[in-house]
């Protein structure tokens, strides 16, 4: 990446958020500030600016009045704006450029808008990534997600949700808006749901990117937003260890820990800890525990599955659900013994029937239990419905091996 | 700004007359919100509702409501907000909110 694509995507979030803020206009803002960068290739070649970004404001403010003015769409706003700006042309000092990012998250993840466009319009405009690189992202075609970022502006405009902080009695909520789209956006990139990777690194460091900002925003520490990005930084730190050189899943047990990012490790450990003082533990803040318990142990036989099947209890009581309950019939099972787990699984029969990894898990406890037929019968289904490439080549080489 | 706020309930729950605590709710909303309140009406049920389409000229009149659904629109109001967010905060102080739901529409600006 050259220094100006660096910057873009450094920057991109923070000059969107104050531009729209000054022209009080989604599109107009997204498209002067596209065409600053890209003005900027030429001038910068021949000589890089002393403050880059009140250098890339300023120019993107004047190009917004003129999109302004192209669309017949001047608003008195954009008026007084220009007249200032044609009043004063001294430079924008680096910090006079307002951060109004924070307004910026709470309008892409309003609640009005459907949950895949307030992913797509956080990652598009807080994170900078092209419509493009979303739609891949997200496995979508091009024009689809366009439509998508369209229809969402379009929205924002025509029912006016406004650019603003929420107020404090509705934070809460509003907030936990926020935190979900963080997490959909680190999922999508942890586990893909389907198609041939196994994971996408990028949107995992955008999301971790996302949680580090709105915690370095919002003026008091939140839980949630604590847990979660130290869930985060626990899950991706063991990204590297996650697949092998064929490009095949490597089971938690089985993966090289000494591959495992132990700075980030710790970061995580140590921002989940002061998460729990905060107050009593969330799901995100029970996931982190668990993934935390994992990062503990040097060697797979070391971990303390006891107490990891004590959390997913918690988590169960809690916030129930039938992954979470398998989840803990995993667990169970290396506490206790398949014998424990089985029934566990099989009561969540109703519930998970169509998820391959119902049928893993169960075709795993059923090996253990040396009865092969019905092991390999399991693993066939889980085959049968998984959407990954990388984790079907997985599945069918455990059901091979059964087969044998 | 407007919104035109939908209350849609089953309309089942009136089939016997309406709840007196319910309506006091209602007194209530129109008194705190009595500034914001550009219009509003209850509707009689659907059973009183007559549906009208032309087609190639000729007016077809039906008798019901546009669809059946399990909710049915059974009020309105018109409030001033200035965003979405004062309109949603007033469509969940809806007494209906609690019970059905509330669909929240901004009204459309000819220039």
């Known amino acids: 990446m050259t220094s100006l694509e660096q910057l873009c995507r450094d920057e991109w979030g923070r000059l969107l958020s104050a531009l729209i803020r000054a022209v009080g206009d989604f599109d107009a803002a997204e498209e002067a500030l596209q065409e600053t960068f890209a003005a900027a290739v030429p001038v910068w070649a021949a000589a890089v600016p002393r403050n880059p970004r009140g250098w890339l404001y300023g120019a993107a403010r004047h190009k917004a009045i003129d999109v302004l003015r192209r669309r017949g769409r001047f608003s008195a706003m954009a008026g007084a704006l220009a007249e200032e700006h044609e009043q004063s042309r001294a430079p924008v000092e680096e910090d006079d450029v307002p951060d109004e990012r924070l307004r910026l998250i709470f309008t892409c993840c309003h609640p009005a808008l459907p949950p895949e466009a307030q992913v797509a319009l956080t990652l598009r405009t807080l994170c900078g990534l092209t419509t493009e690189e979303i739609a891949r992202a997200f496995l979508v075609a091009p024009v689809t997600m366009a439509q998508r970022l369209v229809r969402a502006k379009g929205k924002i405009r025509g029912a006016k949700i406004p650019y603003a902080v929420p107020p404090l009695e509705e934070l809460p909520e509003r907030l936990s808006a926020v935190v979900s789209v963080v997490y959909l956006v680190f999922n999508e990139g942890h586990s893909a749901a389907q198609g041939e990777v196994l994971f996408r690194g990028e949107l995992c460091a955008e999301a971790i990117r996302l949680a580090r900002l709105l915690r370095a925003l919002i003026p008091v520490p939140l839980p949630e937003v604590e847990s979660l990005l130290a869930l985060m930084l626990l899950h991706d730190a063991r990204r590297p260890a996650r697949q092998n050189a064929a490009g095949e899943l490597v089971l938690l047990s089985d993966q090289d820990r000494s591959r495992w990012n132990r700075e980030q490790l710790n970061e995580g450990i140590a921002l989940l800890k002061r998460a729990l003082c905060l107050g009593p533990p969330g799901p995100y803040a029970l996931e982190a525990a668990i993934a935390a318990v994992h990062a503990e142990a040097a060697r797979a036989e070391d971990t303390d599955w006891k107490q990891i099947a004590l959390l997913y209890q918690r988590l169960e009581e809690r916030h129930p659900s039938p992954v979470v309950s398998l989840n803990r019939a995993v667990a169970v099972s290396m506490a206790d013994g398949p014998t424990a787990a089985l029934p566990l699984v099989d009561a969540l029969a109703s519930a998970l029937s169509d998820y391959h990894l119902w049928h893993a898990t169960r075709g795993n406890l059923l090996a253990r239990l040396a009865r092969r037929d019905e092991a390999a019968r399991a693993y066939l289904r889980a085959s049968e419905l998984v959407q990954n490439d990388a984790e079907k080549r997985f599945l069918l080489k455990r059901l091979a091996e059964l087969q044998a | ?111």
Do not use: C, W
């Open chain 2, 1 to 111: 700004m407007q919104y035109l706020l939908l209350i849609y309930e089953n309309e089942k729950r009136y089939a016997n007359g309406y709840d007196p605590k319910e309506m006091e709710g209602y007194a209530a909303y129109g008194k705190e919100f009595g500034a914001k309140i550009k219009a509003g009406n209850a509707l009689q049920p659907t059973s009183t509702a007559t549906t009208v389409r032309l087609r190639e000229d000729k007016r077809l009149t039906t008798d019901g409501p546009f669809a059946e659904t399990k909710e049915q629109l059974g009020g309105f109001y018109l409030m001033e907000a200035k965003d979405i967010d004062e309109a949603i905060h007033m469509a969940g102080k809806i007494p209906a909110a609690r019970f059905g739901s509330i669909e929240v529409r901004p009204i459309m600006k000819f220039d």
